[in-house]
């Protein structure tokens, strides 16, 4: 994190991945508004009735629906708030990730990853997409 105060989000956080889910949950909520989804069908529900995030951070590889078809949903439906979506993979080098990375301009992080870059990289997208 910078010396700035941290700026607080709305975040869908979305992994399948019970007890990591509730690792990252508890470690962004030291600054934000976390709501969890175990998985993308999940995700699509609550963003059905609530688009209201700041980001969305979403796991790559889940067996109900890919990040990238929870990407490609909010593209479709709410653009604003796919470009706010942060994707997490064990396999950011895989060429289906690259690509999908390349395409969608999304920001990767790399599992296992400490919290510390998480909640940097949070704040630099919230940042970056609140700056007029």
Request: net charge negative.
């Amino acid at each position: 994190m910078s010396d700035e105060t941290p700026t607080t989000a709305r975040v869908l956080l979305i992994d399948d991945e019970t007890l990591l889910l509730r690792a990252m949950s508890r470690g962004l909520e030291r600054y934000h508004r976390v709501v969890t989804a175990a998985g993308g069908r999940e995700a699509l529900r609550i963003l059905a009735d609530d688009q209201g995030f700041d980001a969305v951070i979403c796991d790559m590889h889940m067996p109900d629906m890919s990040g990238e078809e929870v990407y490609g949903f909010l593209r479709a439906h709410h653009a604003p708030l796919a470009r706010r979506f942060i994707v997490m993979t064990g396999n950011l080098e895989g060429d289906e990730t690259r690509e999908f990375l390349r395409r969608s301009g999304c920001v990767g992080l790399h599992k296992p990853f400490k919290l510390v870059e998480l909640n940097a990289s949070l704040e630099r997208l919230i940042r970056a997409t609140r700056e007029p």
